[in-house]
């Protein structure tokens, strides 16, 4: 069986070897619907030897790969050693083409066990399992790489609160791929010095950062609560954020230290309940989560003049791994998703790992600074973007979530997350030709295979 697919990516071709090389590039390439763990990584590049785990229909997988014929710049050859198949032989090229143009190859030779037998009745199958693995390789590697090579950044030390979240998963391999170091700031008594030092919300960093020369702040009590918000799940989510990003800035403020970007999350909940399309220059609404998110952000100002500060507004961050996406897929798969209330507030959006990209962008660029509106160009009625997804995923639309049904069961959280409209536009973005990989809810189901 040969499998083969080849696209041209945006950058020299060393600089596309190189990036493979790199710890980070094994889960940037792996696609959201496999199950797959690297457990083991030995020896140098060119002979390095690779354990992983996957699954199949629930079964662990230990498939054991080598890689041999590396001519750096060029080329290199997966071979499987052991595993599920009978042979396996991946070859990784890149044919440079001069402009800073790359053709990257990949081009799979394998064979299943059982030959005769296996390819009739699965043969079939792992071939478009396998193509739709290198259809979404194809996609990540062109746009990361297209985005690092236009806009370089100096090897960095970054600390990033939040690494464990949904945002943070993505974001640690994309920047370790490019040639970053990361320090996971975390809560726990034995943290892994390699790349882990401790942080307290209350109080800060605890540990040594004077290495750090960027930071990013995403951690936070999660928006979601299992029914509605109580006013305990309310002061955790205001001190979560608040408190935290007060207790970093003001060490910021007051250790000499070496960051010079500070990124900080932030959330579109900040503008009003409106039609009427949203800016970075929008005056706040008046609401719960506009109140939050503009003391979250007001917390930054004591070092505006010394630290350049970017303010990422999210919007609703698309993934079906987490997030809303992960609760809402069930219900699409089923086909009982619908329009919320009347359908006909906004709803603003972005895919994962152009939020990731859109972090890149504001570390990059040196421009940057204040409110930056992460979300898609695209932004829709709820009803429109739930008839979209339903389009591409060929499943009905048609179960409808009244009005009076979210308000009486979620309350005020009812009203904030499903019912408020939030018409965001990212200009700043814009502005710069940020290029989004998924503009439309279509990019979304076509990406990560929904």
């Known amino acids: ?5 080849e696209s041209t990516v945006l950058a020299p071709a060393q600089f596309v070897y190189d990036w493979h090389t790199r710890d980070g590039a094994f889960e940037r390439l792996m696609p959201p619907w496999e199950s797959v763990e690297l457990l083991e990584s030995d020896g140098g590049f060119e002979n390095r030897e690779v354990v992983v785990k996957m699954k199949r229909f629930g079964v662990p997988i230990r498939w054991v790969a080598k890689h041999v014929e590396a001519v750096p710049g060029q080329r290199f050859v997966d071979e499987q050693l052991s595993g599920p198949f009978k042979r396996w032989r991946h070859s990784h090229v890149f044919e440079s083409l001069g402009n800073n143009r790359t053709k990257m190859i ?3 030779s394998c064979e299943l066990p059982l030959s005769v037998l296996s390819h009739g009745v699965a043969g079939g199958q792992v071939k478009r399992d396998v193509s739709a693995m290198l259809a979404y390789r194809h996609a990540i590697v062109g746009h990361d ?8 950044l100096p090897p960095q030390v970054i600390g990033i609160t939040g690494a464990s979240g949904l945002i943070g998963r993505a974001l640690v391999p994309f920047l370790t791929a490019a040639g970053h170091k990361v320090r996971h700031l975390v809560r726990k008594k034995r943290p892994d010095w ?3 030092c401790c942080w307290d919300p209350e109080v800060g960093i605890l540990d040594d950062f004077s290495d750090m020369t960027m930071l990013i702040h995403l951690a936070g009590e999660s928006i979601a609560a299992p029914i509605r918000w109580s006013q305990k799940k309310k002061n955790r989510l205001v001190r979560s954020r608040v408190r935290a990003t007060q207790a970093l800035v003001q060490q910021l403020e007051t250790t000499p230290h070496q960051i010079h970007t500070f990124i900080c999350a932030s959330a579109i909940g900040i503008y009003p309940d409106s039609t009427q399309a949203m800016t970075e220059s929008s005056a706040a609404g008046e609401g719960f989560l506009s109140t939050l998110v503009r003391d979250w952000e007001a917390m930054c100002n004591p070092i505006r003049d010394k630290v350049r500060v970017c303010n990422a507004r999210f919007g609703v961050v698309l993934h079906p791994n987490g997030g809303m996406l992960k609760r809402l897929l069930p219900l699409m798969r089923a086909g009982m998703l619908g329009r919320i209330g009347d359908g006909q507030q906004y709803l603003s959006w972005v895919a994962l790992d152009d939020a990731i990209r859109a972090i890149y962008m504001m570390m990059a660029n040196a421009n940057l600074s204040g409110p930056v509106n992460v979300v898609s160009p695209t932004p829709q009625l709820q009803l429109a973007w739930v008839k979209e997804w339903a389009k591409a995923s060929f499943r ?5 979530l009244p009005e009076p049904v979210v308000r009486g069961v979620m309350g005020e959280m009812g009203h904030e997350l499903l019912l408020k409209s939030q018409h965001v536009v990212p200009s700043v ?3 710069i030709n940020f290029e989004f ?3 439309t809810m279509t990019d979304v189901c076509g990406l990560y295979g929904l």
């Open 437 to 439: 990989q998924c503009p």
């Open 1 to 5: 069986m040969n499998i083969r697919r």
């Open 106 to 108: 990949d081009d799979i």
């Open 145 to 152: 790489l297209a985005l690092l090579a236009q806009y370089p």
């Open 396 to 400: 009905p639309a048609m179960v409808p």
């Open 429 to 431: 973005l814009n502005g």
């Open 194 to 196: 390699r790349h882990e």
